[in-house]
């Protein structure tokens, strides 16, 4: 384990260090534009517009202004770590109101929150610090009213000094919490590839006009909330720190203390330029981390195997690293004909397609993974959302639908992916096609079990179809093939299959049969307590307003990492179309039915999902927003991408394809995209 971590802490080092650090460089060496924006538009005096501008520019070289502009670079410093730290390619979608609260209450969140809430404050002390006038400063000297003309002047609360902090303090937790509500976290890859500089550019006004509408929204709001708490601050300062109250002044946690246009726009500005220097950092941080990254399809030097492309898609590295790396492909297969070549390359000695098998290997995983989940989701929908099984009999689900953040694939178990489906998909739901072709899908013939890409996982993955397994075949009833594993082996079953080895005492035998029966029934008792509960507290209404699952939602999850079964589906079907011109030694012809089979039977599976009820058949409309919703309409996509594969393959391979040995169901449906009519 320590090894593997190390690796893969190294790997994300090597791919993602320099691009956190480059765009800190970059949002630091953007902060005195900002902060020269702030200081002219704080002076805001229209009636005398030289003294203005030229005030302006003279306070920029003053000892607070850069000690104010040293002070933000630390802040920049601090939100880009949590950027870096916090980000995700794949989003975390909550089904239901409960779970939205989990998150929000879950201790990463709470010190994200707690940190932001005290960068939002140091923003705002500078922000009033360059401001000047009576927003300068927290203690001021002031008289008491009832005092003699000649008394001593006593030092007082600046309730305009409190009421910028406090506001910073409450715009960096709004801040905070929409970063967790809208996704913010999230990292969209963009469809088309640009430089970085016209990404910027072209988000940069979008940025602006975001951070002005939402800085208005965070003023109003903390107006609202200083109105009715704002006493308890006000008062614990002055007591704490030993201030009087100036009640010459109107306190601002009145309606006339709150209908000061010169406070709102001060407080307003200030949110404004809080916002646009994280938002820039935001994306900065966005834009580099979704660059594109070169991976080598062959390594150069003996010494770099673990960069090469092949051993990064079949390895288990971080996601962002497999994400880049399924975008490298996809972009290779489109536009690179050098490394296309690379890839149907023959090793030297040996003359294995090792390149070939690796990434077709993957490719094919993922989508059968893709598939099975869909398969899942389905079945689990035509049951009202619950799998339901026979009372008493204990069954262990390969996987149900999730409704949080999904790791990239489907979990892998060490036992047959025939026996897998056989614990969750009931043979009568299922159509004659995906019957026939799922079992294929894990175990294509272009599987190079041996190859040097290859991880132990995988071979121990790839070989468990094994015809002496007790799960081969279609003897084995349904319920022999819905129990798990067995954990002993009685003397018949030794018999039966032919063992040599020494039987386990009769008396051993029958001990363990009576204690296997106990955790049977209790397991059985704690499930029906459970669905006793669960019927009680679904008949109360407060109860089911928290915890009843959005079904958009629900499917949004479903598909939440389809981006990277998209690459898979278009760098597979563009090195299949280019193979036929390219392919000197036909090594993707030994994998073209397996690859025709998942394609087909995904296709399959696909469109009976948009048949299910609450599903939309047509992708909402997405506005122009700075936060990025592409994620919600990942699964249109999936259905674009993979009829486009479809057609990219038999649009360039035409009539040789009948002689590709598929099923009949498959063969119809290959017949339907030659004609163009699917």
Request: aromatic share 10%.
């Amino acid at each position: 384990m320590e090894p593997g971590a190390g690796r893969q802490r190294a790997l994300l080092r090597q791919v993602l260090g320099w691009r956190v650090a480059a765009a800190v460089a970059w949002s630091v060496l953007l902060l005195p534009v900002c902060t020269a924006a702030f200081v002219v538009l704080s002076g805001l005096d229209p009636f005398h517009p030289v003294s203005w501008i030229s005030n302006s520019f003279n306070d920029l070289y003053t000892s607070y202004i850069i000690f104010c502009i040293l002070l933000m670079s630390v802040v920049i410093l601090v939100v880009s770590i949590f950027n870096a730290e916090f980000y995700a390619v794949v989003p975390s979608i909550p089904c239901s109101r409960i779970a939205l609260i989990g998150k929000i209450i879950h201790p990463q969140q709470v010190i994200h929150s707690v940190v932001h809430a005290v960068m939002g404050m140091l923003v705002a002390w500078c922000a009033a610090v360059m401001t000047k006038g009576k927003f300068q400063f927290l203690a001021v000297p002031c008289t008491p009213s009832e005092s003699l003309d000649d008394a001593a002047p006593q030092m007082c609360l600046n309730e305009y000094h409190l009421f910028f902090l406090l506001s910073g303090a409450f715009m960096g937790y709004s801040y905070s919490l929409l970063y967790l509500i809208n996704n913010m976290n999230y990292l969209p890859f963009p469809i088309i590839q640009q430089y970085k500089y016209l990404r910027f550019r072209r988000s940069l006004p979008l940025l602006i006009k975001h951070s002005c509408v939402e800085s208005l929204y965070f003023v109003r709001n903390f107006c609202a909330t200083y109105y009715f708490f704002g006493y308890i601050p006000k008062v614990w300062i002055s007591t704490t720190m030993d201030l009087h109250i100036d009640s010459k002044l109107h306190p601002l946690d009145t309606l006339t203390g709150l209908l000061d246009i010169s406070l709102f726009y001060h407080a307003w500005l200030c949110g404004v330029f809080l916002l646009i220097t994280w938002y820039i950092a935001w994306l900065l941080f966005k834009i580099y981390a979704t660059e594109t990254h070169h991976f080598p399809v062959q390594p150069t030097f003996a010494e770099e195997p673990d960069l090469c492309l092949p051993r990064i898609l079949n390895s288990n590295p971080p996601l962002i690293i497999k994400f880049l790396a399924l975008q490298d492909l996809m972009l290779l297969s489109q536009y690179s004909p050098v490394r296309r070549q690379e890839v149907f390359s023959l090793s030297q000695p040996g003359g294995h397609p090792h390149n070939w098998a690796a990434i077709s290997r993957e490719c094919l995983n993922l989508l059968s993974d893709l598939t099975q989940r869909l398969i899942t989701q389905q079945e689990a929908a035509a049951a009202n959302g619950r799998a339901k099984q026979p009372a008493g009999e204990l069954k262990i689900p390969l996987q149900t639908p999730v409704c949080s953040l999904l790791s990239g694939a489907v979990a892998k178990e060490g036992m047959s992916f025939q026996s897998q489906r056989s614990n969750i998909i009931p043979r009568a739901s299922m159509s004659s096609m995906v019957k026939s072709s799922l079992i294929s899908l894990k175990a294509s013939p272009g599987s190079d079990v041996g190859s040097p890409f290859s991880s132990p996982a995988l071979n121990g993955k790839m070989g468990i179809l094994d015809l002496k397994s007790p799960w081969h075949g279609s003897a084995q009833s349904p319920h022999v093939m819905r129990r798990g594993p067995k954990l002993w082996t009685s003397v018949t079953d030794l018999h039966m299959n032919g063992s040599h080895h020494e039987s386990f005492p009769e008396l051993s035998a029958a001990k363990a049969g009576h204690e296997a029966v106990q955790p049977r029934f209790i397991y059985t008792w704690l499930q029906n307590k459970q669905e006793q509960i669960k019927t009680f507290l679904s008949k109360r209404v407060l109860i089911m307003y928290f915890f009843s699952k959005h079904p958009e939602a629900s499917i949004q999850a479903v598909f939440a990492d389809t981006q990277m079964h998209i690459w898979a589906l278009e760098g597979l079907s563009h090195l299949v179309a280019a193979s036929f011109t390219e392919d000197q030694f036909g090594v993707v012809q030994t994998t073209l039915p397996a690859i025709l089979n998942t394609l087909l039977t995904l296709q399959e599976v696909v469109d009976r999902h948009f048949k299910l009820p609450h599903v939309s058949s047509k992708p909402p409309r997405v506005s122009g927003s700075l936060v990025d919703t592409s994620y919600k309409t990942l699964r249109f996509a999936l259905r674009a991408s993979l009829k486009t594969a479809l057609y990219r393959i038999t649009a360039v391979f035409g009539e040789h394809l009948n002689a590709v040995q598929v099923s009949t169901e498959h063969k119809k449906r290959l017949q339907q995209f030659l004609e163009y009519k699917e």
